[in-house]
């Protein structure tokens, strides 16, 4: 049988201004994207906050999934909205706004029945919110957390207490460079890893990603695309995705999470492709598993190096 993956974090309505047009109201959040790209591989747990106004067709679309909601807390008032604006060439971003509305008072509250969860991801929230979701959980195979620029400016110590409890901890360069002051990836990671993390994953959005571990590093390319639509959420549904096909492997190995790798660049390129997470809900198998197979051979070059001439 197949493991499960609980995943805690935000549940939004984003509004996107995009060079292209600006769109609201849009399904989003970091627990939404990552439960939707892990449900493609494994059952998956959601534990998260919205508002009255959040549409009920929504959260039955994700139970149709194979996603349990019962953690998906139900408070009054508004959801938590997120307003970004995107640049010409969509590579980068600002907040415009951000109302936390429910999300303020969040305090995850893990059911019972989802503490014996053997994958969980730490969704960006804050750090303290994530310890606290660790202190209700026996201890999983694997914990992944993520986390973002404001929490390592704020939030240092507590930051730094989660890092000594997780196992991979999942963050773009930006933020690798902010946490450690660092702009070398390796020097980095080397660092991150120092304060807790045995495995420290690296995105660099359309570069790919890195991981770094006591087995070395391994490189991932992002599949180059033809149409990029929108990046929100593209980390996520790569953390989403790694931990849905280790949970659906029983796997927590280096190797495994290397192959996880290749898989999770792959979904998160196809919910780049569309608004939201439109295309990462329309996602079929047979057109995941055309692409991994472009990316297989995009990877492949044709055996091993040659003696050099
Ligand atoms: P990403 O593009 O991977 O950074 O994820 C973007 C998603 O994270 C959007 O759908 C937002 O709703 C959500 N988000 C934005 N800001 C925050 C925040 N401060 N805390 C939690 N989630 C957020």
Redesign the pocket.
Known sequence: MKESVLIV??M?F?DLEMPYGTFNDVL???A??AAIAASSFSPVRVVGVVGDDFPGPVLQQLAARGVDIAGVERAPGKT?R?HGRYAQDLGSRE?IH?ALNV?ADFRPKIPASYATSPYLLL???HPALQLQVLEQVERPKLVVADT?N?WIHTERKTLGELLRKVDVLSINDEEAKDLTGHGMLRKAADEIRALGPKRVIIKKGEHGAAIFDDEGVFFVPAYPLEVLRD??????SFAGALLGVLAGLGRTDGAAIRQAMIVASTVASFGVEGLGPERLLSLDRPALAERLQAFESMMNYGGPLPALP
Not at 231 to 236: C, E, K, N, V
């Open positions: 974090g935000s939004a984003d989003g959040g970091a939404t994207y938590f997120w907040t951000t999300f969704g960006n929230i973002m404001l990046p929100t959420g593209a980390g996520d």
